[in-house]
């Protein structure tokens, strides 16, 4: 498997626009989490889907955040309108509750990151 | 509000010297503890997974240690390279959910 993919790498926007970020987790996993890393504050979760459903997003900073998860292969985060401090590297991860041997791991894979910049 | 924390925030060892990591937790009912390890610029790799029943894990020149009682965790790694330097992060998921509270990691730097 590729891993978790997340597209794009980069983005440079300016303040007002909409950004969208989209994430592909790994084939069978079952949960998906977003997680934005900022020096100040370090890895936040944002919100997390179990089979599609989003269980907690608590983690949302304001409502121009929102996220969804149409299917079990796509993911999207999107900000609007965006601000000079919604600048981050955006994560998506996914994890698999049980494995085929039945165990219970929860290992979390992360793709390499979305790098926003808001001008 | 479960909380983590990774002391030092930054170190340096010289290559073949033993290291121990550490993460603190404020709130023992833990489900799963996780060591990650973030090159620059890049995602976060989970290097050992210990869930609740478990005292320790090892792979390869890492062992991880859990003490849930007392709120803490260890990563030991013997023997550090220069390809060893990275940030390294602990995370912590609360019982009955699957939400990973982050460390703001160790940054470690072996010198050759």
């Known amino acids: 498997d590729a891993g978790v993919i997340q597209s794009p790498r980069h983005e440079v926007t300016e303040m007002g626009q909409e950004v969208t970020l989209r994430c592909k987790p790994i084939?069978?996993?079952?949960?998906l989490f977003w997680y934005r890393q900022t020096m100040m504050r370090g890895l936040e979760l944002l919100i997390y889907?179990?089979?599609?459903?989003?269980?907690?997003d608590s983690g949302m900073p304001e409502d121009r955040f929102s996220a969804k998860m149409p299917n079990a292969s796509f993911s999207t985060l999107k900000i609007q309108p965006s601000e000079p401090r919604d600048s981050a590297v955006y994560f998506c991860?996914?994890?698999?509750?049980?494995?085929?041997?039945?165990?219970?791991?929860?290992?979390?894979?992360f793709g390499e990151g979305s790098w926003l910049t808001v001008v | 509000k479960q909380e983590v924390t990774q002391i030092p925030a930054a170190l340096s060892v010289p290559e073949g010297e033993n290291l121990v990591l550490n993460c603190s937790f404020t709130d023992s009912a833990i489900y799963n503890l996780q060591w990650f390890r973030q090159d620059p610029g890049k995602g976060l790799t989970s290097l050992l997974l210990?869930?609740?029943?478990?005292r320790e894990q090892t792979s390869g020149r890492l062992n991880a240690s859990l003490d849930k009682s007392s709120g803490r965790s260890t990563l030991y790694i013997a023997a550090p390279q220069p390809g060893d330097s990275a940030t390294y992060l602990c995370a912590v998921s609360t019982s009955g959910t699957y939400k990973y509270i982050f460390g703001t990691g160790t940054r470690l730097k072996v010198l050759a």
């Open positions: 084939s069978g996993h079952d949960y």
């Open positions: 991860a996914s994890s698999l509750e049980t494995d085929l041997w039945g165990h219970s791991g929860n290992t979390i894979y």
């Open positions: 889907f179990n089979n599609n459903v989003p269980i907690d």
């Open positions: 210990i869930q609740s029943s478990q």
